[in-house]
């Protein structure tokens, strides 16, 4: 039984992108292939405010993210940890046998740009990485201050991850200097998962060059290599290639402001109806995510049974917290095609199970 | 303008398989998806002939290629090396930074036994990679008796590689002794490129306990700990999954015997007519894959223009050759859905069109 998802990813597909995945397959060596790739290429890098490639890897987020860390870490990288994922990031790091420290903030707290600061003029690393957009506690930090403090550090290598912002807001990759940039498909690009994209300054290409045991999956000089004949190192995910370049002609008809505000808006009607219930937000409401609204449940409400009834009722789903703020918090995505008409269908449903579950 | 795949690989895709992907998402950590794991898992099994688990890798087989070397290998890995897949998985187990050295063999000679058994008896490697069906030039090798000289050495981890021969004839991963095996969806199980399939040992999983840097990712002990749960470690590639289930079925319903028969059938088919032809397979007749039929262009047609018309006039494709026997050879496939009528349409087709391009 189908039912739609209001979770932050995957997230809901459309019939259109669903529709394009089907297009008949061409070998990955073809010109078909090479064609496909050259169309969507410019549009791309339009996303990512970027004139550098945009690499699609054949993986889901976590991929990519191990192999930032094998491409541009040699000295040592700082892990900024305020979050389920960017704290695993951290353990990533080690588990590639890179020196590692975390830079820790309480969860939903965002990345401080003056604690980063002091960090980096350590001198001890020469990577870090940031979640932009920290899902699990729909937590987002402010990637203009830090990326001014990361300027001041030109051996130190960024890698951000924008996996639940991209494509929902504007992020400037080249003026905000960022080195990599990386994302996934299945949030706000609204497609199924199972890839990734990422963007790679010259400079962390250089710095590639110089580190030993990258590895071929996620090698950047090998994206790099076959970016150049519009090919993919290894076999690509080729339907879901197809439902990018779907998803980029829709992109293109709505406008990216008109994209930008209508996740903002849809961001903010969740919110302010959260508030009318007496809901806190789980972040300060400052570094509150615009794809997704993490509540923290003050009011006690047993989450996992509206949730069902959501289900059950009104074939829809929302998520009720993840890692060690599971039950504590809940949380609704606004990301992909959604409007203000299909968000407050969902809070409309929601409306008619809560009061039941409402402590007197 | 779509046309029909008869390279090795992505091959034809059937509509119920597209059709199957085009199902509506469900969230990865969801008891549907848990459901749908658990559903599958035993026909997964059943396939590898293995009571081992089976992870599903959101990846193409290069991912896992790369990851089982990062897994397993801790003093040295031996590369057995006879076609350009076979010769570059040595280059990426260097890249990952292991002690590794090749056996090397003619392309299109197949993997000999007794030259193994030398290599493996300097004590020098504790895993050993093998490609069951060199897909660039089709040569089969003969993994039982390769699996012969593996029982002798129980301190090496060996990894085969079945990309290409999955599934279209019974490679019994237990009774022989594999620890690693894997295999990717495009080849004979006509699925969309995306997922790849891994089964592993328990001595595999004892030895990547006591392997630094396996990383994340690919890391053999996540897999086995999210497959515990029914799920995978990071987000999945969900559409090919239910292709996956669409396909179990399909070849539920058709019987493993006669599938396996039905590939032997096609497979020679294509021989006899290329024989007929005058053409030469390029391995040995007695090492040729059973999936694809790489044949010498003995004959010096000119098989890229012949090709083109092929498609041109009838919207099937075959391969030109790979890599350094790129225009000396051609490849066709029969894995997948073929039929003994399916491939005669296109041998017809072909016939339609090669005599205007022979030599005189």
């Known amino acids: 039984m189908a039912y739609k998802l209001f979770i932050p990813g995957p997230i809901e597909v459309s019939e259109k992108t669903y529709?394009?995945?089907?297009?008949?397959?061409?070998?990955?060596?073809?010109?078909?292939?090479?064609?496909?790739?050259e169309k969507i290429q410019p549009d791309l890098q339009k996303l990512f405010f970027t004139k550098d490639p945009v690499y699609l890897s054949t993986s889901s987020s976590w991929g990519v993210m191990e192999g930032a860390i094998r491409n541009v870490c040699k000295k040592g990288v700082l892990n900024c940890a305020n979050g389920a994922f960017s704290d695993k990031w951290y353990d990533v790091s080690l588990r590639c046998g890179k020196y590692a420290e975390e830079?820790?903030?309480?969860?939903?707290?965002?990345?401080?740009?003056?604690?980063?600061?002091?960090?980096?003029?350590?001198?001890?690393?020469d990577a870090v990485t940031i979640i932009h957009n920290e899902t699990s506690t729909g937590t987002m930090s402010d990637i203009c201050a830090l990326s001014e403090v990361l300027k001041k550090y030109p051996d130190v290598v960024s890698i951000v991850d924008t996996v639940s912002?991209?494509?929902?807001?504007?992020?400037?990759?080249?003026?905000?200097?960022?080195?990599?940039?990386?994302?996934g498909c299945q949030k706000a690009m609204a497609i199924p998962p199972g890839l990734a994209f990422l963007t790679v300054s010259q400079k962390a290409l250089e710095r590639a060059k110089t580190v030993e045991g990258r590895g071929y999956y996620?090698?950047?000089?090998?994206?790099?290599?076959?970016?150049?004949?519009?090919?993919?190192p290894s076999t690509p995910v080729i339907s879901l290639i197809y439902a990018l370049r779907s998803k980029i002609e829709d992109i293109n008809s709505e406008g990216l402001e008109n994209r930008y505000a209508r996740h903002l808006e849809n961001n903010k009607i969740v919110r302010e109806w959260g508030y009318n219930y007496g809901f806190e937000l789980f972040p300060e409401e400052k570094y509150s995510s615009i794809t997704l609204n993490c509540f923290k449940n003050n009011l006690d409400v047993d989450i996992v049974a509206v949730n069902e009834q959501l289900k059950k009722r009104f074939n829809m789903m929302i998520n009720c917290g993840y890692g060690k703020i599971k039950g504590k918090t809940f949380r609704i995505s606004n990301m992909g095609d959604e409007t203000p008409e299909t968000m407050r269908e969902l809070l409309s449903n929601l409306d008619s199970i809560l009061p039941e579950y409402l402590k007197k």
Chains 1, 2 share one sequence.
Request: charged share 30%; glycine share 6%; net charge negative.
């Open 19 to 37: 529709k394009a995945m089907t297009e008949h397959l061409v070998g990955h060596r073809s010109k078909d292939f090479v064609a496909l790739m």
């Open 103 to 125: 830079l820790k903030f309480d969860w939903g707290k965002p990345v401080d740009p003056e604690a980063l600061d002091k960090a980096l003029s350590t001198g001890k690393f």
């Open 165 to 183: 912002s991209f494509s929902a807001m504007p992020i400037k990759k080249d003026e905000l200097g960022i080195d990599v940039m990386l994302a």
């Open 218 to 232: 996620f090698d950047f000089l090998e994206f790099q290599k076959f970016y150049e004949k519009n090919q993919t």
